[in-house]
């Protein structure tokens, strides 16, 4: 079957996202919409142009378009915007349920506040009733534990409009993990369930670290865990999760190709895995994308798809009853019987 008659049949499947950053998932559409209200930008004068901006020599460079991308969210209302947008795109990909990130750090300078922001997302959110999205805080390591502690303050004012959980995103070359035990320790105290990207743009190291000192939930990527196998095996023992996003890691050069993805030694290994799209429309994917990939490229068969899909809503922040009734109703779902054999692949 060809890759793009996978995707489609993985489009019309029941889905979960757990990894999934706000500010990356704009519709181009609204983003444009950003671009025009703002304007001054000669690099972007164009759609093709919007699109071309999203290509990058490396993690690095990412993260540049990243802080490029942001600086087009200046009011309050550009949040209810995205966040209306970005829920109306999930549905139409049948995403039932959805872990966002978003990164209020990064509007410092631009003198909002993060109450505030909160707010005005679950505004835009709630727009919406076809699909239940719950918020992740990134602490963004690149301003330091101090800051990370403040916003994590300001968070748990507004922990009540669904702010499940906290993680730390950003450089994580150049901010390891430990510095932010203190931070963690505390958001464990305060209710939130806890995540950390590692193992992206640093090594197994930072993937300990984050077990180690953040005693993390989840870890976000962990892509490079298996420079370490004596890590890959701890995960296992553990049963600690990696939200994996392989096709965020080939476009920004962690891995060299969607082949050399180690997903599917991951999975083989028996490591809890979800799967996730990161930052979909800077990166030209989408979760329907990733199975298809999985599929085409890892060699991945249906009823593995259907176990990843079911895994992630058991790495879920949900409640307890809450899955089991995701779960049930995602494996009464007519997509996944229709095929003759039960190995067959999509």
């Given at each position: 079957?060809?890759?793009?008659?996978?995707?489609?049949?993985?489009?019309?499947?029941?889905?979960?996202?757990?990894?999934?950053?706000?500010?990356?998932?704009?519709?181009?559409?609204?983003?444009?919409?950003?671009?025009?209200?703002?304007?001054?930008?000669?690099?972007?004068?164009?759609?093709?142009?919007?699109?071309?901006?999203?290509e990058y020599r490396d993690?690095?460079?990412?993260?540049?378009?990243?802080?490029?991308?942001?600086?087009?969210?200046?009011?309050?209302?550009?949040?209810?915007?995205?966040?209306?947008?970005?829920?109306?795109?999930?549905?139409?990909?049948?995403?039932?349920?959805?872990?966002?990130?978003?990164?209020?750090?990064?509007?410092?300078?631009?003198?909002?506040?993060?109450?505030?922001?909160?707010?005005?997302?679950?505004?835009?959110?709630?727009?919406?009733?076809?699909?239940?999205?719950?918020?992740?805080?990134?602490?963004?390591?690149?301003?330091?534990?101090?800051?990370?502690?403040?916003?994590?303050?300001?968070?748990?004012?507004?922990?009540?409009?669904?702010?499940?959980?906290?993680?730390?995103?950003?450089?994580?070359?150049?901010?390891?993990?430990?510095?932010?035990?203190?931070?963690?320790?505390?958001?464990?105290?305060?209710?939130?369930r806890t995540s950390a990207?590692?193992?992206?743009?640093?090594?197994?190291?930072?993937?300990?670290?984050?077990?180690?000192?953040?005693?993390?939930?989840?870890?976000?990527?962990?892509?490079?865990?298996?420079?370490?196998?004596?890590?890959?095996?701890?995960?296992?023992?553990?049963?600690?999760?990696?939200?994996?996003?392989?096709?965020?890691?080939?476009?920004?050069?962690?891995?060299?190709?969607?082949?050399?993805?180690?997903?599917?030694?991951?999975?083989?290994?028996?490591?809890?895995?979800?799967?996730?799209?990161?930052?979909?429309?800077?990166?030209?994917?989408?979760?329907?994308?990733?199975?298809?990939?999985?599929?085409?490229?890892?060699?991945?068969?249906?009823?593995?798809?259907?176990?990843?899909?079911?895994?992630?809503?058991?790495?879920?922040?949900?409640?307890?009853?809450?899955?089991?009734?995701?779960?049930?109703?995602?494996?009464?779902?007519?997509?996944?019987?229709?095929?003759?054999?039960?190995?067959?692949?999509?």
């Amino acid at each position: 079957m060809k890759l793009e008659l996978k995707q489609a049949r993985f489009a019309r499947l029941p889905k979960v996202e757990l990894h999934l950053h706000l500010e990356g998932a704009i519709p181009h559409a609204a983003l444009w919409h950003l671009v025009q209200k703002y304007g001054g930008d000669a690099l972007v004068s164009s759609k093709k142009m919007l699109r071309r901006r999203f290509e990058y020599r490396d993690f690095p460079h990412f993260i540049e378009t990243w802080v490029w991308k942001n600086q087009l969210l200046r009011e309050y209302e550009d949040f209810t915007f995205i966040a209306e947008a970005l829920a109306r795109d999930l549905v139409s990909q049948n995403i039932r349920y959805a872990e966002a990130f978003y990164s209020p750090p990064d509007f410092i300078r631009q003198g909002l506040e993060t109450q505030r922001i909160t707010e005005a997302i679950r505004q835009g959110l709630e727009a919406v009733e076809e699909i239940e999205i719950t918020l992740v805080a990134d602490l963004v390591r690149d301003f330091g534990p101090a800051r990370a502690a403040v916003t994590l303050a300001e968070v748990s004012e507004v922990k009540q409009l669904g702010v499940v959980g906290v993680g730390i995103g950003g450089s994580e070359q150049d901010f390891p993990p430990e510095a932010f035990e203190q931070v963690f320790a505390q958001a464990r105290q305060l209710g939130f369930r806890t995540s950390a990207h590692a193992g992206e743009a640093a090594g197994p190291e930072s993937i300990w670290g984050a077990i180690r000192s953040l005693k993390v939930d989840r870890i976000g990527h962990g892509t490079r865990a298996e420079e370490d196998p004596r890590l890959v095996e701890y995960l296992v023992e553990q049963e600690i999760p990696l939200e994996m996003c392989p096709l965020s890691n080939v476009r920004t050069g962690v891995v060299e190709s969607y082949e050399k993805h180690p997903v599917r030694r991951y999975f083989e290994r028996g490591v809890a895995l979800s799967i996730n799209t990161d930052d979909p429309k800077m990166f030209g994917t989408s979760l329907a994308q990733e199975y298809a990939l999985l599929v085409e490229k890892q060699g991945f068969t249906l009823d593995e798809i259907r176990e990843l899909v079911l895994g992630s809503i058991e790495m879920s922040w949900m409640s307890e009853d809450r899955k089991r009734q995701m779960t049930e109703a995602f494996r009464a779902d007519p997509g996944w019987s229709a095929r003759s054999g039960g190995q067959q692949t999509a």
